[in-house]
């Protein structure tokens, strides 16, 4: 087995790499306890300190090259559609802020390339998610990736495409920066787009945020809850990379995703 991720992580709390242990199973149905009950599941210190300065500083190599993501989209990340009302929701716009760092600009040394490359993370993340088969995404860009904002920088509101994502906070801002969310509001799962109004208007009593110090990983029902990130304040930047996984082998993004997000196609 390639263990060269096994250092990068805390083992002992989050043995992963152990899948018959009971401490693998206590972790994994706490896991979907929590994604049941919340909509998120929080791993903090699952990298080792060590291995999140690591992969800060390959963050930062990496940075300058990043592409900029300046977008105005609904929350569906959907074309617009003229069928709806003009001040319907699904056509309220939001401002998304944030440089993106791609798979393709990470080396396959650093740290956060080879934790997506392990194999025993693919089979955790698929036992907590009840996922038969589960793979690494194929795309040269999206597969992995860091968002990356600095001061002033946001993500607006949206729902994601896929039911869940994997993510980890690498570096946190001093302030802002936070993720807010909206669990299980998205109309054509029992919300309503009333619900996802009052989000918009900042009138829904049931926002919360997800307080993540540097180092942790977070699983997120992004398909079903409505989610932000606010403004960034002050002078460290916000790393926070995902891990994308997919139901089936060899999934890319299309040529017309890959330029809108990364600048350019494979
Ligand atoms: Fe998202």
């Not at 199973?25 to 909509?39: M, N």
Request: charged share 25%; aromatic share 10%; proline share 8%.
């Amino acid at each position: 087995m390639n263990d060269t991720a096994l250092d990068l992580i805390d083992s002992t709390t989050y043995p992963i790499h152990r899948p018959g242990s009971a401490t693998y199973s206590a972790l994994v149905a706490r896991c979907r306890d929590d994604l049941a009950d919340r909509s998120a599941c929080l791993l903090p210190g699952f990298v080792t300190e060590e291995a999140r300065v690591r992969m800060v500083a390959e963050v930062d190599r990496a940075a300058p090259s990043a592409f900029p993501c300046r977008n105005a989209h609904n929350v569906y990340l959907e074309e617009h559609d003229g069928a709806f009302p003009p001040d319907h929701p699904r056509r309220r716009l939001q401002a998304t802020d944030l440089d993106s760092v791609a798979f393709d600009q990470m080396r396959p040394t650093d740290g956060l390339h080879q934790l997506y490359s392990w194999d025993p993370l693919l089979s955790f993340i698929a036992d907590v998610l009840n996922k038969e088969h589960y793979y690494r995404m194929a795309d040269p860009f999206a597969a992995l990736t860091v968002n990356v904002m600095r001061e002033g920088q946001n993500h607006g509101w949206h729902f994601d495409e896929s039911e869940a994502t994997t993510t980890l906070m690498v570096q946190a801002p001093e302030e802002g920066g936070a993720f807010e969310y909206a669990p299980n509001v998205r109309p054509e799962e029992g919300g309503s787009y009333d619900t996802v109004e009052r989000v918009l208007r900042g009138s829904y009593p049931d926002v919360r945020t997800l307080a993540v110090k540097p180092g942790t990983l977070i699983l997120f029902v992004g398909y079903h809850s409505m989610h932000q990130v606010t403004p960034v304040k002050g002078p460290v930047t916000r790393y926070v990379a995902t891990l994308c996984y997919k139901d089936r082998p060899n999934v890319c993004n299309s040529p017309e995703v890959q330029k809108l997000f990364y600048g350019r196609t494979a």
